[in-house]
């Protein structure tokens, strides 16, 4: 075994300067100190957890979960740096458990032969399945690699539980405009920076720093084939660095929080009865490549949710509306999801029927199973009369009106009321009839 070790092959080295300056742009212009490094102050504060493991030079497991182009691989590699840490890096898109398994009997060599640490950066961590996560887990417990992960998905449901309670979670956020423009300017000045600048407008600047979504990969990218376009001689203007973006205005990914936190919107929009703005976070789902039968579940139970009996015709529209997204499809499916999104929005809204559901489920979780009176029990058995199952039943088809005065209620909660009507749409006209059948019950609501 200690022979095969030794004959492993090693990661790469660094690239010399002669290939450091064939790197992207963002690969060259990578901080290398915390000094460099702009954003993130919510985790870089003095005294902070993650400032220190990197200040100090004592590395954690750790996931480093935001969008991309925000300081995770630069993160990692500045641990490793500090810690005078092997740096072993890969990506789940490409590595398997056998790459893993690579990585870790490397680590554990350097560990049994010179002392050596080795960080693991483990790009696209949710990409692992639990097989592939599981892999992982003995190696970080004994402290054979420090893994840091790096994910652009919530990673409390990527990534799985045993993996999760062994390290750390920082959530990295977009980087603000400023400090988008103030590595854009860097790069313009700076040694490893764009070689032979061409003149660049600072309109042009402003306009990458503002459309990048605070992604600085995606800005220094963009800026580097706009000089390159212009030439040495040239200018880089607005209409040229408008060009060099090239990129889609939508930062959607239907796994990650944007999947979340725009359905959350537009189902308090919709309930906010703001028919715009609801189909504004429809739009926003629909451009993103949102699954559209995702939407019209949450329609169909929005129509309950929040309208229920108020508008009862709104389940039928939103059933319908699944119905049509199955057999249409997009993209003309997207007209059938936006009349539901209208009608839903303009409806009345009403959530008696999930809150009775609760007060009717909180009972039973305090009471447990009621009990049914026995005139209300199963009589279609042999035998089920002589235990007095089904008798003494009062048919309300007999009374005049079918309604019938009987108990229906268990004994321990006779009296209880699990159901409040609203006074809108059609459940004002239900919550008239409601009383008047207590009445006739003899069951007025106190």
């Not at 092959?9 to 100190?33: G, H, K, T």
């Not at 892999?135 to 990527?158: C, D, M």
């Not at 402003?206 to 376009?229: H, I, K, P, V």
């Not at 609203?422 to 106190?446: C, P, Q, T, V, Y």
């Amino acid at each position: 075994m200690e022979e095969r070790l030794f004959e492993m092959e090693e990661p790469a080295a660094a690239p010399d300067a002669a290939d450091a300056a064939s790197q992207p742009l963002a690969a060259r212009m990578r901080p290398a100190s915390l000094g460099e490094f702009v954003g993130q102050e919510h985790l870089l504060a003095r005294g902070s957890a993650l400032r220190t493991a990197i200040e100090e030079g004592r590395p954690h497991s750790m996931i480093l979960y935001g969008p991309p182009g925000t300081g995770k691989t630069t993160l990692a590699r500045l641990l490793a740096v500090n810690a005078r840490a092997a740096f072993e890096e890969e990506s789940a898109v490409n590595a398997g458990r056998a790459e893993v398994r690579a990585v870790i009997d490397r680590a554990r060599h350097r560990l049994q032969t010179s002392g050596e640490r080795t960080i693991f950066f483990l790009d696209e961590i949710h990409r692992f399945n639990k097989a592939q996560q599981d892999t992982l887990l003995p190696a970080v417990e004994n402290g054979t690699v420090v893994l840091v992960g790096a994910t652009t998905e919530n990673p409390y449901f990527e990534v799985n539980s045993a993996l999760l309670s062994r390290c750390r979670i920082y959530e990295l956020r977009s980087l603000d405009e400023e400090h988008v423009l103030a590595l854009l300017r860097r790069a313009l000045g700076a040694e490893r920076g764009i070689s032979d600048a061409p003149s660049v407008d600072d309109d042009a600047l402003e306009f990458l720093a503002a459309r990048a979504a605070g992604d600085a990969r995606t800005a220094l990218s963009a800026l580097e084939l706009a000089a390159e376009t212009v030439g040495e001689s040239g200018a880089v203007t607005l209409r040229v660095a408008e060009d060099a973006l090239q990129r889609s205005a939508i930062l959607y990914d239907k796994g990650g929080d944007l999947h979340y936190d725009l359905i959350s919107a537009w189902i308090k929009a919709t309930r906010g009865s703001d028919p715009d703005a609801s189909l504004l976070y429809l739009a926003a789902m629909l451009e993103g490549g949102e699954d559209p039968r995702f939407i019209a579940r949450r329609m169909v139970i929005f129509a309950s949710e929040d309208i229920g009996n108020a508008d009862p015709r709104a389940l039928e529209v939103a059933v319908s509306t699944a119905h049509a997204v199955e057999h249409v499809g997009m993209p003309e499916c997207a007209l059938n999801l936006s009349q539901a999104a209208i009608y839903l929005a303009l409806a009345p809204k009403s959530n008696a029927s999930i809150k009775a559901l609760g007060r009717a489920r909180e009972w039973v979780r305090e009471h447990g199973t009621p009990e049914p009176p026995p005139a209300l029990r199963s009589a279609a058995y042999p035998g089920a009369k002589k235990l007095g199952r089904g008798l003494d039943y009062d048919y309300p088809h007999d009374r005049a009106e079918g309604v019938t005065e009987q108990e229906l209620m268990p004994d321990d909660a006779i009296g209880e009321r699990f159901l409040e009507l609203s006074e809108h749409g059609e459940e004002s006209d239900m919550r008239e009839r409601l009383e008047r059948i207590r009445k006739a019950r003899g069951r007025e609501s106190s």
